[in-house]
């Protein structure tokens, strides 16, 4: 039986606490596992005199003067200096609390022993865009966050850069190639969706030989990738070269398709021997107060939209008349999770006169990274906590807010302290833009698609058997954000994956009783 190095340590430091005399031979402790810990020791564990540094982040002045990301890359002696601090834990907390399961430590230990390539297959294999999770995952509320050493006080293991410049070296040397398929399968799989669980269930599917053909509305690849996150955090580049891998993998991309208007569901159900759908929710939530219905307020995924269209070299004409366009003008954005930091962080790189963040609670209960609220902040955000909507104020367009102070009440069901309004608290701000940062509800699928059958929870979300992922009819399976709510990119790739082994299953069993029938 194989233990692992820490553990018979452990029992070793014991025995000679409690039996001094006995003497612990290499009957009772191998010495080979002493050996293998003292080299992991040489190369990992290093917490205790390695302090904890992150990539360096560019000044504020030169991140403000463009949309490029605000990180540098890890040099490569610094990635294995920060990856030897790793633990390597018996239960690695880092692991548990992330939704892929990621091997982190393993993929930790190699990078400090510096064997890339294997570090970079090793994220692959759990994790079907290790690049991008490594730019975009909220990594102190999910693996850093839970990381054993930042327990201790010495500082969290910087995971997420990490996992950034394993996967980045591994595209630099052309280590990432097509996927190479042993068999063609001929069975064919419909996917709706092109952002992040409809590329991780196209991906592991081809992987098995599956024809694959993904519909999207949009004139691109990606979804919120492309269209939702602006460029400081993820540059487009590294979504194309993603999908572009795709393409050459033999996956068909068919965009601008609409399900429900260019296609029907039922078209797809008859073309292909199964259909995922992987949609995302895009209704913004709505704010029905007096005055919403005033010029100038817009939601967060229209703002976003036309920034990153502009930047991806489209003409915009809502950007170019400057309507959506932030320059010279009082920014106000409702709303405390991700996306509101996208849309403050946005504005003041479009040249805002000023930018503002409302939310009702406080800063210790904000949804959205820390990091992101420290980013934006340092950026010249003003947050405004504790603060709600009341009133929108202006003759045709948007002029100023009636704003309300809260103070938190009791915990609600969630946990959550309960937002309440203060009496007599209100005051004004001015506002040229405000923009709406609620999160987002599903659209109708059923009246979409023009398919009632398709069931529906309360929420809109479609319901799904959660052990199999298909919905009620029949060889069409759901996925991603249209499934469980908005929810993090890290969440849908998991969903996608998932998704792949049931409709394998599926497709596996479809064949069987036809070649039975036969």
Not at 62 to 91: M, N, P, T
Not at 178 to 191: A, F, L, M, R
Not at 202 to 231: C, F, H, M, S, V
Not at 290 to 296: E, I, S, T
Request: net charge positive; glycine share 8%; with cysteine.
């Amino acid at each position: 039986m194989q233990y692992k190095p820490q553990i018979c340590l452990f029992f070793l430091i014991i025995g000679q606490l409690y039996c001094p005399k006995i003497a612990f031979s290499p009957i009772y402790i191998d010495i080979k596992v002493i050996c293998r810990i003292k080299k992991m020791t040489e190369k990992m564990l290093k917490f205790v005199n390695v302090v904890k540094q992150t990539p360096n982040k560019r000044t504020v002045n030169k991140r403000l003067d463009d949309f490029k990301e605000i990180y540098d890359e890890f040099i490569h002696e610094k990635a294995k200096e920060q990856s030897s601090r790793c633990s390597q834990c018996g239960v690695p907390f880092c692991q548990v609390h992330c939704p892929l399961h990621n091997n982190i430590p393993d993929w930790l230990k190699l990078t400090a022993e510096g064997r890339l390539k294997e570090a970079s297959e090793l994220a692959h294999s759990t994790n079907n865009m290790p690049e991008i999770c490594g730019r975009i995952c909220p990594q102190d509320r999910l693996c850093e966050g839970n990381c054993v050493i930042e327990q201790s006080g010495h500082g969290t293991v910087t995971i997420g850069s990490v996992e950034k410049y394993i996967t980045d070296t591994a595209w630099e040397k052309g280590w990432i190639e097509p996927i190479k398929i042993e068999k063609e399968i001929d069975q064919s799989v419909g996917i709706i969706g092109a952002g992040p669980a409809g590329l991780a269930c196209a991906e592991e599917l081809r992987k098995l030989g599956y024809k694959i053909t993904i519909y999207d509305r949009y004139d691109r690849a990606g979804g919120l990738l492309i269209y939702g996150i602006p460029n400081f955090k993820l540059e487009k580049f590294v979504v194309e070269r993603r999908t572009d891998l795709l393409k050459k993998s033999g996956i068909e991309f068919k965009q601008n398709i609409e399900i429900g208007k260019n296609k029907s569901l039922e078209e797809l159900k008859k073309k292909h021997d199964a259909v995922l759908i992987a949609t995302g929710v895009y209704k913004p939530r709505e704010v029905e107060l007096p005055g919403h219905n005033l010029k100038n307020i817009f939601p967060a995924m229209e703002f976003l939209t036309a920034s990153n269209r502009k930047g991806l070299g489209d003409r915009v004409e809502n950007f170019d008349n400057g309507i959506l366009n932030s320059e010279n003008k009082d920014v106000v954005v409702i709303g405390g999770g991700d996306t509101a930091m996208d849309c403050v962080r946005t504005a003041v790189r479009q040249n805002a006169k000023s930018v503002k963040c409302l939310y009702r609670r406080d800063r210790e209960n904000m949804p959205g990274s820390a990091r992101e609220v420290y980013n934006a902040e340092e950026e010249g955000v003003k947050f405004i906590w504790l603060s709600n909507p009341k009133k929108f104020i202006g003759q045709e367009k948007i002029s100023s807010l009636l704003v309300q102070k809260i103070k938190l009440g009791e915990p609600d069901s969630s946990g959550r302290k309960k937002p309440e309004i203060i009496p007599n608290s209100d005051f004004e701000i001015r506002a040229d833009i405000v923009i709406k940062a609620l999160g987002f509800d599903p659209e109708d699928l059923p009246k979409l698609f023009n398919h009632s059958e398709l069931v529906v929870s309360k929420w809109g979300t479609i319901k799904v058997n959660l052990k199999s992922m298909e919905t009620n009819i029949e060889g069409i399976f759901a996925a991603g954000d249209i499934v469980r709510g908005a929810s993090l990119v890290v969440w849908a790739i998991k969903d996608g994956r998932d998704a792949a082994v049931s409709i394998n299953k599926y497709l596996n069993s479809k064949k069987l009783k036809k070649n039975k029938a036969a």
